[in-house]
């Protein structure tokens, strides 16, 4: 038996069957023809990095160490003086394996003889087996990629993932590979313009390669080929420079690119959705109840923004508040894997009732109709890990958080808890016994495939 992982990033599952209902992808909707398509949940936030975790560690990025795309340590633990923060978006991306729980082990790590293709994990992962992997001279040309917007060397990468692929299929017992192009053309073209049609047609090529290949020498029966995301994608045609604004309510801010501010008060951190870290002099995590008064002044004012969806703060240790300006707000809670949603002014994800000591499933379940998926494990998840902000904050639909520095003009967006954002697709080789809920599950499935023990502390469940 061995495992393969394909990646499209950015590919959100509406499109995808549209895409695949249209005949742009046939090789993908012979595979939906024969086992059928799974929507299913990623991560929050929904962004490239964190939203890889849940692949390779079936673990939820804020307990795994990576509450976002940039962060804050607080506790000066892992980052160093002048700015004690991290952003994966340039040479920091070679800090991601030693930022990872060292406690929770990799799949790369778990199954011998692994190859990764385009990973930002690869703990575990021998030089030899990495490709286009973690490097110094990878990580100049991702960066000269991305913030020269080199869209045609961007499906170039592709294609040499594709390559490696295909020509890999048979010897490697496990198989991740990521392709960007799909996210990166949507940024700059929208979710739906031919450009991204023609990034998606590279991932199609290369599962009918697989494919041909293994059924011509016979193993395809034996090969567990999954295609999938780790987030979605929706327009977006108003930037919040959260910075600016910041920094109008009297503030001095941290935050990317000029990251040293001496002065700072306030860390933004902002990945597609943003965190705030206030009264960043403190090195322990103030709850909302032990913040500054400015602090909490600045809480109510960022939830007046027309930008802001949904404010999260941390209450205590394992209770979250969730504000919403016109839902008003409730309590999520977390009991080791129990979850609890109580309305208090409001229900901001409108669910119409209170929801007391769930399993992760049945909390899944409950919001899998709503326009925020899984928010209830989400958010304690993400509100409730140690280096995440003290103010988290998903973005109303039509809005980013970033409005300078970005290499091109977005005109397509993901980051928040919204459904868009959210719900990704996931195309299987064979039927599933299971029921495959969330992106964490992935990870586990494949070690069951495999023959390989599930680890314990794993957020996801097999669906094998």
Not at 282 to 305: F, H, K, N, T, V
Not at 310 to 327: C, D, F, R, T, Y
Request: overall charge negative; charged content about 20%; proline content about 6%.
């Amino acid at each position: 038996m061995n495992v393969i992982v394909l990646l499209a990033d950015g590919a959100r599952a509406d499109w995808l069957s549209s895409a695949m209902d249209s005949g742009a992808a046939p090789a993908l909707a012979r595979l939906r023809a024969e086992c059928g398509m799974h929507r299913v949940t990623s991560v929050f936030p929904t962004v490239t990095g964190p939203a890889y975790v849940p692949f390779l560690m079936g673990r939820f990025p804020g307990g795994a160490g990576m509450p976002g795309l940039r962060w804050f340590d607080r506790a000066r633990t892992r980052c160093t003086f002048p700015d004690y923060s991290r952003s994966y978006t340039g040479y920091q991306l070679l800090n991601v394996d030693g930022d990872l729980d060292a406690q929770s082990p990799t799949v790369f790590e778990l199954v011998p003889g692994s190859v990764g293709a385009f990973s930002m994990i690869t703990r575990g992962l021998s030089s030899d087996r990495r490709f286009i992997a973690l490097s110094p001279k990878s990580a100049l040309r991702a960066a000269s990629i991305h913030f020269l917007a080199r869209n045609a060397a961007l499906l170039e990468v592709d294609r040499e993932v594709a390559a490696e692929v295909v020509a890999r299929a048979c010897e490697a017992p496990y198989i991740y590979a990521a392709f960007g192009s799909i996210d990166k053309l949507s940024h700059a073209f929208g979710h739906e313009s031919p450009e991204v049609l023609s990034a998606l047609k590279i991932v199609d090529d290369a599962v009918a390669a697989v494919r041909a290949k293994l059924e011509r020498l016979g193993k395809w029966n034996d090969t567990r080929l999954w295609v999938t995301s780790d987030h979605g994608h929706s327009r977006v045609s108003s930037h919040e420079d959260l910075e600016r604004v910041v920094a109008g309510f009297g503030h001095v801010v941290r935050a990317h690119p000029w990251i040293f501010r001496p002065n700072a008060d306030v860390a933004v951190m902002v990945s597609g959705n943003a965190m705030a870290y206030v009264d960043i002099n403190r090195r322990e995590r103030p709850y909302i109840g032990g913040m500054s008064p400015r602090s909490r002044e600045l809480a109510d004012q960022l939830l007046e923004r027309p930008s802001v969806d949904l404010l999260i703060a941390q209450l205590s240790e394992s209770a979250s508040e969730l504000h919403s300006l016109v839902g008003g707000h409730a309590v999520i809670t977390r009991n080791g894997r129990r979850y609890s949603y109580e309305r208090g002014t409001g229900d901001p994800l409108s669910l119409g009732a209170d929801i007391r000591d769930v399993s992760a499933n049945e909390a899944h379940e409950i919001c899998s109709k709503t326009m925020y998926p899984d928010a209830i494990v989400q958010v304690a998840e993400l509100a409730g890990a140690s280096r995440s902000g003290d103010i988290i904050l998903s973005a109303a639909p039509g809005w980013d958080f970033r409005a300078r520095y970005e290499p091109v003009n977005h005109v397509s967006t993901h980051g928040s808890l919204r459904r868009e954002h959210m719900e990704v697709p996931l195309l299987v080789s064979h039927t599933a016994t299971g029921v495959p809920r969330r992106t964490v599950d992935l990870m586990p499935s494949a070690l069951t495939a495999l023959g390989i023990p599930i680890p314990p502390g794993l957020d996801g469940e097999s669906f094998e």
